[in-house]
Nanobody, 115 residues
Framework: QVRLVESGGGLVQPGGSLRLSCAAS????????MGWYRQAPGKRRELVAT???????NYADSVKGRFTISRGDAKNSVFLQMNSLKSEDTAVYYC?????????WGQGTQVTVSS
């Protein structure tokens, strides 16, 4: 069972930055894709950004130009640099890893953008 551990959430003012981190609990060489999703209160979980094992990235339109996803050297960790944060970015952010046809999820980390 793959376990994903997230960190880096918190409270930040509008216009500020945060960096989220996610690491798999064990060394895994066959993670096809990792990504970040988020869920705001009363809303469905939505894609934020993903990155494949060869570095192809995909972003939600709402975060393009503000967020950057990257993977660690060991390829079993993923980061999300979030800049120019807005109140509408407030949500629980979940790390995801896809191995074959299976998706694994982290427990989520809260990001709150408020003055």
């Amino acid at each position: 069972q793959v376990r994903l551990v997230e960190s880096g959430g918190g409270l930040v003012q509008p216009g500020g930055s945060l960096r989220l981190s996610c690491a798999a609990s064990e060394s895994i060489s066959n993670i096809d894709r990792m990504g970040w999703y988020r869920q705001a209160p009363g809303k469905r979980r939505e894609l934020v950004a993903t990155i494949t094992s060869v570095g192809i990235t995909n972003y939600a339109d709402s975060v393009k130009g503000r967020f950057t996803i990257s993977r660690g050297d060991a390829k079993n960790s993923v980061f999300l640099q979030m800049n120019s944060l807005k109140s509408e970015d407030t949500a629980v952010y979940y790390c995801q890893a896809r191995i074959g046809v299976l998706d694994y999820w982290g427990q989520g980390t809260q990001v709150t953008v408020s003055s």
